[in-house]
């Protein structure tokens, strides 16, 4: 060895020693989402992260892997209670088979506006429902948007009528089952990353979705018809694995907690621009769009949808406190 790559081996040695040392204490923590990089929630959790790691100086560095690069949400729900995974976005539906008190949340009609939805998750109704993850091992954080859902399919969709027959796609949910059967229709639970194959190749007919959600996964190219019954306002939740959250300290929970709180403020402002971008990309292509007056054909067949689920008091309860709401 001659003198000079024994100076060099020596100084990378104190490299990594001083490497091992910034990150002694430093914990990594892996986030899930399901949307691409450019999508509201992987922005608004890109944000959670940069807060996190700032305001913890870097003990805390959360990454968030997008593009569901950790598994379709159902695996996520999974892994956050096996600790593969410390924090993600969920949409409550896939949650409702679990977790019942987010049943009512998915019920057709159950919101009225958005705003009214923000109001009652903001409130201690949100709190409420937050608290029941903790049956999934999940401390619920923060809400995100994601608008309203509403049918699309290959085949012309003018009234509640054209959907019987059709073979629909649905979340992982009973609730979502029998919300789509109630219309005649059939449904089948398929992962979000699938469905695109599953409409081109005719496993469906069609699918639902939020403006978003139906143009960045190009649904909008394989579904060209799109009817805006606005079935479902679905809220989303930004929830921490319990496990990673007991490990930390109370600071920094309360971190944790505000970076969440944050991110989802600059979350709604994303979500209301990129809805009024997917709907220009999705008319500018062409589609099939039908606005409803009167949503009345929709809200009487999905009637049936509640007598199966709610039927507890404490949902009976919960449901008629998100109603009560202004
Ligand atoms: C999107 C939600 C996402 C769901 C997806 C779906 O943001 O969480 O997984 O719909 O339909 O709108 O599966």
């Known amino acids: ?8 081996a020596a100084l990378l040695a104190g490299c990594a020693a001083a490497l091992f040392t910034a ?5 990594e923590i892996r986030g899930w989402n399901t949307h691409a990089p450019d999508y509201p929630v992987s922005v608004a959790m890109d944000h959670f992260a940069a807060l996190v790691a700032e305001r913890t100086g870097g003990r805390i560095t959360p990454k968030t892997y997008h593009s569901a690069q950790l598994g379709e949400q159902d695996q996520a729900i999974e892994q956050m209670q096996f600790g593969g995974i410390d924090y ?18 998915t019920l057709p009609y159950a919101f009225r506006s958005v705003d009214q939805m923000h109001r009652v998750v903001d409130g201690p109704i949100g709190a409420e429902i937050a608290a029941a993850m ?16 509403s049918f699309y399919a290959k085949t012309p969709l003018a009234s509640v009528e054209d959907l019987k027959g059709l073979k629909i796609r649905v979340q992982n949910s009973d609730v979502n089952v029998a919300m789509v059967e109630a219309l005649g229709a059939n449904a089948t639970p398929i992962p979000f990353g699938e469905v695109y194959t599953s409409i081109q190749s005719g496993v469906v007919d069609g699918a639902e979705n939020n403006w978003p959600s139906y143009e960045s ?10 009817i805006l019954d606005q079935h479902t306002i679905v809220p989303e939740i930004f929830a921490v694995a319990k496990t990673t959250w007991d490990k930390m300290t109370a600071d920094d929970q309360a ?24 709907e220009a990309i999705v008319r500018a292509a062409g589609n099939t769009i039908v606005e409803l007056e009167d949503k009345t054909p929709f809200i009487e067949k999905m009637k049936p949808v509640y007598d199966k689920f709610v039927t507890s008091d404490k949902l009976r309860d919960l449901l008629a406190r998100i109603q009560a709401t202004e």
């Open 255 to 278: 971190i944790v907690r505000q970076a969440a709180i944050e991110s989802a403020g600059l979350q709604r402002r994303l979500w209301a621009e990129r809805e009024a971008k997917s």
């Open 1 to 8: 060895m001659t003198i000079v790559s024994t100076i060099r």
């Open 23 to 27: 990150s002694a204490g430093a914990q």
């Open 134 to 149: 903790e049956q999934v091992n999940m401390v619920g954080l923060a809400w995100y948007d994601s608008g309203a859902r």
């Open 217 to 226: 996964t190009a649904h909008f190219e394989v579904a060209r018809h799109y």
């Open 88 to 105: 993600a976005v969920f949409n409550l539906t896939p949650l409702n088979n679990l977790v019942p008190e987010t049943q009512v949340t």
